[in-house]
């Protein structure tokens, strides 16, 4: 009977020790989370003073906190400006970044990262990307040459830690439906065998 008691306390003890590790570690000290993104086109089209891109998303969180896009300037002799823009679903500026190519690689993600927007999951932005490079094929950004639509990556902030709490538990029950039931029961399994082996 004492052991029996003892395995309990060690199973307790581990599922404790992971819930703190999986959930309120995280909750603490990670604010920023990926949002949405589209990341699936590989052709290379101009970026310059004739082709400039304006990409629409929709939110799929609160609190927009950045944006990137995926440039391209070949042998890094690029040194055009390149503007990057934020859009309100009017196509109303809200935040804006200048750089240049001597900031982007070959290819690179530039990532515009500001304070958060006040913004809600269902919400639309655009994305604007010009530059003032009158050169073509010299400067690029990766898209689809069809609908002229770019590959873009989002990123979200907490305004709580509760809210990033609640994100945390959310997330962590997906991941379990995700995983094969087969591995979840070997896993508890491995888990009572090695308590079990620790206490014989």
Not at 24 to 46: A, C, D, M, N, W
Not at 54 to 81: G, M, T
Not at 106 to 126: A, L, R, T, V
């Amino acid at each position: 009977m004492p052991k029996i008691s003892k395995l309990v306390f060690l199973i307790i003890s581990e599922l404790v020790f992971l819930f703190f590790l999986l959930i309120i570690l995280p909750s603490i000290f990670i604010k920023e989370r990926p949002g949405v993104q589209q990341t699936s086109y590989k052709e290379t089209l101009s970026l310059d003073t004739k082709n400039s891109f304006r990409q629409e998303f929709i939110s799929d969180r609160d609190n927009l906190q950045s944006i990137s896009v995926f440039l391209k300037n070949p042998a890094l002799v690029n040194k055009s400006q390149v503007k990057i823009e934020l859009q309100d679903q009017n196509q109303n500026t809200i935040r804006s970044l200048d750089t240049s190519g001597l900031s982007i690689n070959d290819p690179d993600w530039i990532k515009f990262k500001f304070p958060y927007i006040n913004s809600k999951k269902g919400d639309k932005f655009f994305i604007k990307i010009s530059t003032d490079n009158q050169k073509t094929d010299n400067l690029f950004i990766y898209g689809d040459h069809k609908n002229k639509s770019i590959n873009f990556k989002t990123t979200y902030t907490f305004s709580s830690i509760q809210e990033s709490f609640k994100e945390n538990i959310n997330q962590q029950i997906k991941n379990f439906d995700y995983r094969n039931i087969f591995y979840s029961v070997i896993f508890l399994l491995l888990l009572l065998l090695i308590n079990i082996f620790i206490l014989i």
